[in-house]
């Protein structure tokens, strides 16, 4: 797709679609519609036909709603969208309004449309994070996964080829520019890691996975190492050896590596669960919905993703991805309830339930990191069915030792537009994952129990700074939404890159 700016007259524009916005009034004595600086331009030009339709109350300025008006050769446009953005606008909220003008043009027929939806004038630093946000909306919202129909793998009919950005002031094309390119970047990267999670099971297995990886490290100049299934047994990871040997698929263990950073420091590292399907293994799950499993690497797509954005955006910080992937199937050789594992840095672990199996291949990967010296670290996976019950499928949980990593990865996700909230880790939640003949148990009491499956991985770190990102309600949306259709959302791939810039030297 071609984006670019566009400094031309706004009522001499040709486009198929522009689209501006307006916003509820939010205060106690208010009512009504506020239309931006650019939509009060069209307005003119449109002899006050926005106003009248705001002040009737056909248009009430919510988030998302929206409303279509063909101009009928008024201005050189064939059509305005007006979006709202609620009664309070943040980069988010034109983040989503943009997803949704996008989303609604696509399936219009539209094949140029240009957003000019900035409320902040002429503030610099405002106007490029709101360039950025309107970018990386409508870049999220064209997103669809229809390689595998072959109806509209035949059919360009519905796909946007242009999308413009609007700016009055030509003085600022170059800091626009620069926004429209990051928001670019990050949305591609997202758009990456909804790819990986939405792939078959039978094409994404973890070689793979792997495959995919070097692909992309390749392309974006990552160094890059994958071990086999020798390799990691020579590395004694237990963890994901015995969730892969029910499998007739081999385990992989991916390595990507950003040098943007001094040369002596280790830097941040980003692990993701790569479990590229999950029957449950012996402790087999139910039928019904086990074909979302293939969205088990939800964690591992996520860091791969941030990896190519940050490869993109070059902060100066050394990043380090690690993502252990296999899957997990009951067999006759498959692992069972009772045994015990051996994990890398040596803990055993007994095995109550061989659906807890994300934990054990983190394991042996927060192992690993904590052995080459990595500082901070961050887990992401898609662990818990708890944490879907406790925060939805809106909010990721957040486990760790640290409190101020803690706070720089919800601040991360606040510029990111994605939200986090920190679970309790105290001592006693450590009690029911103590076992009688293990150092630890694969699973506490259903009490609690994301926070005790975080509990679990803690003892895989030791003292160096790290967080835990259970993504299991937020990876995946099981119905379509005017922002975005069902499938992969591509959660964390924009605040983990947001988080190295923030951790950047």
Same mark, same amino acid.
């Given at each position: 797709?071609?984006?670019?700016?566009?400094?031309?007259?706004?009522?001499?524009?040709?486009?198929?679609?522009?689209?501006?916005?307006?916003?509820?009034?939010?205060?106690?004595?208010?009512?009504?519609?506020?239309?931006?600086?650019?939509?009060?331009?069209?307005?003119?030009?449109?002899?006050?036909?926005?106003?009248?339709?705001?002040?009737?109350?056909?248009?009430?300025?919510?988030?998302?709603?929206?409303?279509?008006?063909?101009?009928?050769?008024?201005?050189?446009?064939?059509?305005?969208?007006?979006?709202?953005?609620?009664?309070?606008?943040?980069?988010?909220?034109?983040?989503?309004?943009?997803?949704?003008?996008?989303?609604?043009?696509?399936?219009?027929?539209?094949?140029?449309?240009?957003?000019?939806?900035?409320?902040? *004038?002429?503030?610099?630093?405002?106007?490029?994070?709101?360039?950025?946000?309107?970018?990386?909306?409508?870049?999220?919202?064209?997103?669809?996964?229809?390689?595998?129909?072959?109806?509209?793998?035949?059919?360009?009919?519905?796909?946007?080829?242009?999308?413009?950005?609007?700016?009055?002031?030509?003085?600022?094309?170059?800091?626009?520019?620069?926004?429209?390119?990051?928001?670019?970047?990050?949305?591609?990267?997202?758009?990456?890691?909804?790819?990986? +999670?939405?792939?078959?099971?039978?094409?994404?297995?973890? #070689?793979?996975?792997?495959?995919?990886?070097?692909?992309?490290?390749?392309?974006?100049? &990552?160094?890059?190492?994958?071990?086999?299934?020798?390799?990691?047994?020579? &590395?004694?990871?237990?963890?994901?050896?015995?969730?892969?040997?029910?499998?007739?698929?081999?385990?992989?263990?991916?390595?990507?590596?950003?040098? *943007?950073?001094?040369?002596?420091?280790?830097?941040?590292?980003?692990?993701?669960?790569?479990?590229?399907?999950? #029957?449950?293994?012996?402790?087999?799950?139910?039928?019904?919905?086990?074909?979302?499993?293939?969205?088990?690497?939800?964690?591992?797509?996520? +860091?791969?993703?941030?990896?190519?954005?940050?490869?993109?955006?070059?902060?100066?910080?050394?990043?380090?991805?690690?993502?252990?992937?296999?899957?997990?199937?009951?067999?006759?050789?498959?692992?069972?309830?009772?045994?015990?594992?051996?994990?890398?840095?040596?803990?055993?672990?007994?095995?109550?339930?061989?659906?807890?199996?994300?934990?054990?291949?983190?394991?042996?990967?927060?192992?690993?990191?904590?052995?080459? *010296?990595?500082?901070?670290? +961050?887990?992401?996976?898609?662990?818990?069915?708890?944490? +879907?019950?406790?925060?939805?499928?809106?909010?990721?949980?957040?486990?760790?030792?640290?409190?101020?990593?803690?706070?720089?990865?919800?601040?991360?996700?606040?510029?990111?537009?994605?939200?986090?909230?920190?679970?309790?880790?105290?001592?006693?939640?450590?009690?029911?994952?103590?076992?009688?003949?293990?150092?630890?148990?694969?699973?506490?009491?259903?009490?609690?129990?994301?926070?005790?499956?975080?509990?679990?991985?803690?003892?895989?770190?030791?003292?160096?700074?790290?967080?835990?990102?259970?993504?299991?309600?937020?990876?995946?949306?099981?119905?379509?939404?005017?922002?975005?259709?069902?499938?992969?959302?591509?959660?964390?791939?924009?605040?983990?890159?947001?988080?190295?810039?923030?951790?950047?030297?």
């Amino acid at each position: 797709m071609n984006i670019h700016v566009t400094t031309q007259a706004i009522q001499g524009l040709q486009t198929d679609a522009l689209v501006v916005a307006a916003a509820r009034k939010a205060g106690k004595d208010e009512q009504g519609v506020q239309l931006s600086a650019l939509a009060t331009t069209i307005d003119g030009a449109l002899e006050g036909l926005l106003s009248e339709i705001c002040t009737s109350g056909e248009f009430k300025g919510g988030l998302g709603e929206l409303l279509t008006l063909h101009t009928m050769g008024r201005i050189a446009a064939k059509r305005v969208i007006l979006i709202g953005l609620g009664s309070k606008v943040t980069t988010q909220s034109l983040r989503r309004a943009s997803a949704v003008a996008a989303r609604h043009l696509q399936n219009t027929g539209a094949q140029h449309i240009t957003l000019a939806l900035q409320w902040s *004038g002429t503030q610099e630093q405002a106007r490029s994070s709101e360039v950025q946000a309107e970018v990386e909306g409508a870049l999220l919202g064209l997103y669809t996964f229809r390689m595998y129909k072959q109806s509209e793998n035949t059919s360009t009919d519905k796909t946007i080829a242009q999308l413009g950005v609007f700016l009055e002031d030509a003085t600022a094309q170059t800091i626009v520019e620069q926004a429209i390119e990051q928001g670019r970047v990050l949305a591609e990267a997202t758009n990456f890691a909804r790819n990986l +999670v939405n792939e078959p099971p039978n094409v994404l297995t973890p #070689t793979e996975l792997a495959n995919r990886a070097v692909g992309m490290a390749q392309r974006f100049g &990552l160094e890059y190492e994958v071990f086999d299934k020798a390799k990691i047994t020579e &590395l004694k990871m237990g963890g994901i050896l015995g969730v892969a040997q029910g499998s007739a698929e081999p385990p992989q263990f991916i390595v990507l590596r950003y040098r *943007g950073g001094q040369e002596t420091d280790k830097g941040l590292a980003l692990v993701g669960k790569g479990i590229t399907f999950d #029957t449950g293994g012996i402790s087999i799950k139910p039928a019904a919905g086990m074909d979302e499993m293939k969205g088990d690497m939800g964690g591992a797509a996520a +860091v791969l993703g941030a990896m190519q954005a940050i490869a993109a955006l070059k902060p100066r910080i050394n990043v380090t991805a690690l993502v252990p992937t296999c899957e997990n199937m009951p067999s006759g050789t498959a692992y069972r309830p009772g045994d015990i594992l051996r994990i890398s840095n040596g803990k055993t672990i007994e095995i109550v339930n061989t659906d807890a199996e994300g934990r054990l291949i983190l394991a042996d990967a927060l192992s690993y990191a904590v052995k080459e *010296g990595f500082s901070p670290i +961050v887990d992401l996976a898609t662990l818990t069915g708890a944490i +879907v019950i406790a925060l939805g499928n809106i909010t990721t949980g957040v486990f760790s030792n640290d409190e101020q990593l803690t706070n720089e990865i919800i601040a991360a996700g606040q510029i990111a537009g994605e939200k986090f909230w920190a679970l309790p880790m105290d001592e006693e939640y450590g009690e029911s994952i103590k076992s009688d003949i293990a150092d630890i148990k694969q699973t506490g009491s259903r009490a609690g129990s994301s926070i005790t499956a975080a509990k679990i991985l803690e003892h895989f770190v030791g003292d160096t700074k790290w967080a835990h990102l259970d993504i299991a309600g937020t990876s995946y949306l099981d119905s379509k939404k005017p922002y975005q259709e069902k499938g992969a959302t591509g959660v964390a791939v924009r605040t983990l890159a947001e988080l190295a810039r923030k951790l950047a030297v």
